[in-house]
């Protein structure tokens, strides 16, 4: 079973930065690790993905050019930098891992299969 420990989260003003951490003490560079939030009464939703493959940061719509991941395997870490944080950002934030042969990375829960316990993120004036 792979372990995945979040960490990082707070509360923040809008317009602020954070670092959420994702720690994997038994990281590969068979994984790639995709970032979600939920939000109350909401379904989970993808912000980004890295991508083992490539090394490269993906990341969806409503985010993008504010969020931007990396990884660490010196630190057996993937870390999502989130930048000009907004109200909507709030949630808890969840790193999974997941494999995919086909594809550098995934949006979808589905296909990941292991996951961290979440980390809360609160954007708030």
């Known amino acids: 079973q792979l372990e995945l420990v979040e960490s990082g989260g707070g509360l923040v003003q809008p317009g602020g930065s954070l670092r959420l951490s994702c720690y994997i003490p038994?990281?590969?560079?068979?994984?790639?690790i995709g970032w979600f939030r939920q939000s109350p009464g909401k379904e989970r939703e993808a912000v980004n993905c890295?991508?083992?493959?490539?090394?490269?940061?993906h990341n969806v719509q409503s985010v993008e050019g504010r969020f931007t991941s990396s990884a660490s395997g010196a630190e057996y870490s993937v870390y999502l930098q989130m930048e000009n944080l907004k109200l909507e950002d709030s949630g808890v934030y969840f790193c999974?891992?997941?494999?995919?042969?086909?594809?550098?990375?995934?949006?979808?829960?589905?296909?990941?299969?292991?996951w961290g316990q979440g980390t809360q993120v609160t954007v708030s004036s």
């Open positions: 999974a891992a997941g494999r995919f042969p086909y594809a550098s990375c995934s949006f979808v829960p589905s296909e990941y299969s292991h």
């Open positions: 038994d990281f590969s560079g068979y994984y790639s």
């Open positions: 890295y991508s083992s493959t490539d090394g490269n940061s």
